[in-house]
Structures are given as C-alpha cells and as structure tokens.
Nanobody, 115 residues
C-alpha cells in the first residue's frame, strides 16, 4: 500500500524559506516520478515540480528559480526547498506519484506566506 506523508509546512514571511518533506512507504521513490502540487484557496490543484526516476527535474514557471525538488533515496523521501516565498505561494502542498495509472496523494501540508 502506497502512503505519502507530507510535513514541513507553516507560516512564513514573504521572502522567507521552507523545506517540505514527503516520506513515502510502499514504493521505492527512485523508481518513479515524484511531484509536488499545490492548491491555493479557491483554486484548482496545480503541478509545481517533478523529479523523474532518472533525476531530471521540471518546474512550473511560477516557481522556477525559487523552488528545488530533490530526493533522498536512502530515506525514501522527497523534498521541496522553497526560497523567496511570495504571498501567492500560499496553499496546501501535496506530494504525488502515479503507479499503473493510479494517482496517490498525501494528506497535504499547509503553507501560508504572510507578514
């Protein structure tokens, strides 16, 4: 059974940083693409960043240059380092992977960027 557990969210001032973690079980993360999505209040969930099984990374234009996705295979954990945070980065951040066309999601971790 695949489980994804996010942590690391919280309240941060504009310009600040946070690091989100996604601890995976029931899956070997290095074998699959892993992604971070976010859902802002009143908006649809959108893709923020992906790391593929080969280690290639892709980012949404809105976070490119500020966010970095990475993984620690030994810990079976995916990270999202978020720098230069803006109020528009506020939302719930979800870890995601897809196996056999089935999407798996964590419970989400909330991020609020506000002064």
């Amino acid at each position: 059974q695949v489980q994804l557990v996010e942590s690391g969210g919280g309240l941060v001032q504009p310009g600040g940083s946070l690091r989100l973690s996604c601890a995976a079980s029931g899956i070997t993360i290095s074998w699959y693409s892993m992604s971070w999505y976010r859902q802002a209040p009143g908006k649809e969930r959108e893709l923020g960043a992906t790391i593929t099984s080969t280690g290639r990374t892709n980012y949404a234009d809105s976070v490119k240059g500020r966010f970095t996705i990475s993984r620690d295979n030994a810990k079976n954990t995916v990270y999202l380092q978020m720098n230069s945070l803006k109020p528009e980065d506020t939302g719930v951040y979800y870890c995601n992977t897809q196996l056999s066309r089935i999407n798996y999601w964590g419970q989400g971790t909330p991020v609020t960027v506000s002064s």
